[in-house]
């Protein structure tokens, strides 16, 4: 069965740390994960996307590694802002039926405290 | 670009009552789906329509919900009768044709069934 685990469920960090977001994923076939962060009333927002041959990819302070092997991402977080307290989703694409459909993660909920 | 517009923004209604949730896709834009999101199971695929055909139904709960495309600009969602178990926030998301990585997301409209 298709799945996506994302861990921790919530996390709580203080402004200016670093944090790291991980995504297990159990999907096939695999045609590219993402990062969407959700800000509360708000639909997501797509962070990052990366496919089966990249390992990193960085956007601004958020950068996701993807290692295919393994299947496993993450999402770290540089200097964390008040601004970054949201759900982070991890979004993982498997071209399935003769169209590319969306697995989702149940999110991490982080909050930054000042 | 306005993105995708949906509304109501938010609605509650009584049990028993027809709910229709609207949605304007990204101008250009050929595919459209429909998500539900609740807090047990996150961000679940109801309908995918590409070129205004419903391609994928699959994750419609059941008979009481249908959605319509009858045009590149607009689809609706409906929900009759509506239940409790309903209540959930409910998303729009477009795509360009060719970019399988650019699905924008609406802000959803949050439905609670009383």
Redesign the interface.
Known sequence: KNQVEQSPQSLIILEGKNCTLQCNYTVSPF??L?WYKQDT??????LT?MTFSENTKSNGRYTATLDADTKQSSLHITASQLSDSASY?CVV?SFS??????I????TRLAVHP | DAGVIQSPRHEVTEMGQEVTLRCKPISGHNSLFWYRQTMMRGLELLIYFNNNVPIDDSGMPEDRFSAKMPNASFSTLKIQPSEPRDSAVYFCASRGQGDIYGYTFGSGTRLTVV
Do not use: C, D, E, M
Request: hydrophobic share 25%; glycine share 28%.
């Open positions: 045609s590219n993402r009333g708000r639909g997501p927002v797509s996307i989703i694409t039926g003769g169209y590319n459909k969306l989702f993660g149940a999110g």
